[in-house]
């Protein structure tokens, strides 16, 4: 872990109390009287802290217009010169507030005009101006304007919320009368990680810290607004010591900032001073604020980790193993290094244009190449990759086991095929008795992706169930591409089917894979052969090479005489009968229907009408 602390934000909740049951205020008409529902308790949640639900709102003011009766004094009419003469800066107190139920009441009641026709706009926000909180409001003639100054002190800033406007409002109209409150400015706290730090004052400058705001709360709408300020405003904090292993809360319970919504602008700043060393300044500039955002910045040491931290993998051919790297902050940069030429990088699941270093930003994955490690060693070797240039900072360490014995597949399986368009379950069962087994993925072409050959260690009845030649069942299941399982039943049995179909083309027929099931600590092992893919391809292809061919020399055509094959044996409808070489006429020869098959060239074949072998390349003589 590096010793540089970055800083990153996270946006965590978006707090915007809109629509919801818990969310509103209710008026309620009662003989003509305005009056709001009570239940009691004083403890009001105010400055520095969250309103999370309505029942928290410690207060509200209520400005209310009567324009008038009747369609021609409604408020879109009349409302730009109306004053609130009806409800002017009225507090109603939630006596409720903090116990999960409002309690709503205010002095001195005030009753709906007397006709039905008559139009009442109403306009609200929270909490009431105090001297503390920085609340004004600067104009009342039409929709009334409020300037919010911010407080430096923590614990007196509001909270400010708006309410939408309820428009033309009279005594028959609808009970109750609700208003919906909106979150209007920016709540900002902080989290930590690092190896046993102290927190001694976070602070952020160089911002707005005052503006205008419209209470016609239909939509935020700030403006006005003051410029940047080089004040220092301190965040309430816990003085919580910061481990590296969980992100603690820094923020006081009434230390959140409450901040006017704004695009910062260069020298907007982060100060972060921590216990014993100098104060770290992070830069803010061209971020965006909005109304109602929570925003959680998590002060970190720069760190990487990777995962499986370390890897211990067969002999057996081409090992590719996957990465995980993760990263704080999430886009800090890494390099990882490996010192030995037989383990390399690669961003490619197949292993292909492997590296010895490799570099990236933020979290992924990228994939370890393994060369073969055969018969002839003696002994486990391994190596350590390392972050950057920092031989001592060891992120994995990685071993291979030698293998002294390679079994004969006697009693095994040679593989297992799918046709293009097939990707459905095969079931394999092979008698052992080996103990515990391993069944893993560990070498694909480049037409596969990681993920497209999936294992599953369900059970599964034998003899199996009889299917139809060319069935695609039963369906695949599962995610897996490794599995363990142990032969207490006498077998090495699991499942294994292909997560999507193959398209086929003139260059690649067939895509091939290899699957290595091993025990003994991984050093016996049987492979398995996939293929998916029915059409021809070559054994050996025209390109390439054979004999001692010095390296880096090439050839167009080294094996001219290399033809495609088919994967199915050679049958004929009828076995009495003679199959012409041609595959024409009476009784052709043709392929089998599935590669491990039998075929009717040599067994079964009537003496008197032979079987003749078909050639790729040139007639066939009979045999």
Known sequence: MHNKVSIYSIFIFILIV????????????????????????????????????????????????????????????????????????????????????????YTNPVYWPALDAANVTFFAYSPTATDANGITITGTTGVPVLRYSMPTTTTNQPDLLVAVPQTDL????????????????????????????????????????AGDLSLDGSSISWSNLSSPDTTHVFLGINNDTLTSNMSTNLTAADGYLMLIPQTL???ANITVKLQGEDARVFDLADSIWTAGQYIEYLLTENSITVTPSTISLSALGVDIDTLSITCIPVDAP????????????????????????IS?????????????????????????????????????????????????????????????????????????????????VYWMDEQWEEGDIILNGSSFTWPASTVSVNSDTPAVSGTATSITGNTSDGYVKFRIGLNNTYTASADYPARYALLSITWDSEVDAQFLFIRQGEDPDYVMRPTDIYGNVESGTSAPDWRP???????????????????????????????????????????????????????????????
């Open 265 to 267: 602008q260069s020298g």
């Open 334 to 357: 890494w390099t990882l290094t490996s010192p030995v030429s037989w383990l390399k990088f690669s961003q490619n699941a197949s292993g292909t244009d492997t590296t010895s270093t």
């Open 170 to 209: 009279n005594n028959a109209s609808p009970s109750p009368v609700t208003f919906t409150m909106k979150h209007v400015l920016t709540c900002i706290g902080f989290q930590g990680i690092a190896d046993n730090k102290q927190v001694e004052s976070i602070t952020i400058s160089g911002i707005s810290l």
């Open 561 to 623: 005489m290399a033809r495609k094959i088919s994967p199915f044996n050679m049958t004929a409808d009828t076995l009495e009968m003679q199959c012409n070489r041609a595959r024409t006429g009476a009784n052709p020869s043709r392929f089998t229907d599935y590669p491990s098959q039998a075929g009717a060239l040599f067994q079964w074949a009537n003496p008197l009408k032979p079987r003749y072998a078909y050639s790729a390349v040139q007639d066939a003589e009979d045999w």
């Open 360 to 440: 990236g930003t933020g979290n992924g994955k990228i994939y370890i190449v393994v060369d073969p490690y055969m018969i002839n060693s003696s002994e486990v070797r391994s190596a350590s990759i390392y972050e950057g240039n920092e031989i001592s900072d060891i992120k994995v360490t990685v071993s291979q086991k030698y293998m002294m014995n390679i079994p004969s597949s006697t009693k095994g399986y040679a593989g297992a095929f799918w046709r293009c368009a097939q990707k459905g379950e095969r079931l394999i069962r092979i008698p052992a008795d080996v103990g515990s087994w391993k069944a893993f």
């Open 18 to 105: 809109t629509g919801c049951v818990d969310d509103k205020i209710y008026e309620n008409k009662d003989f003509g009287k305005i009056v709001f529902s009570a239940v009691s308790n004083d403890n009001a949640f105010t400055r520095g802290t969250p309103i999370i639900t309505a029942a928290d709102i410690p207060t509200i003011c209520v400005y209310g217009y009567y324009t008038g009766d009747g369609s021609s004094n409604t408020w879109e009419n009349a409302g730009s010169t109306a004053t609130p003469s009806f409800f002017n800066g009225i507090t109603i107190t939630n006596s409720g507030a903090g116990t999960g139920s409002a309690s709503w009441s």
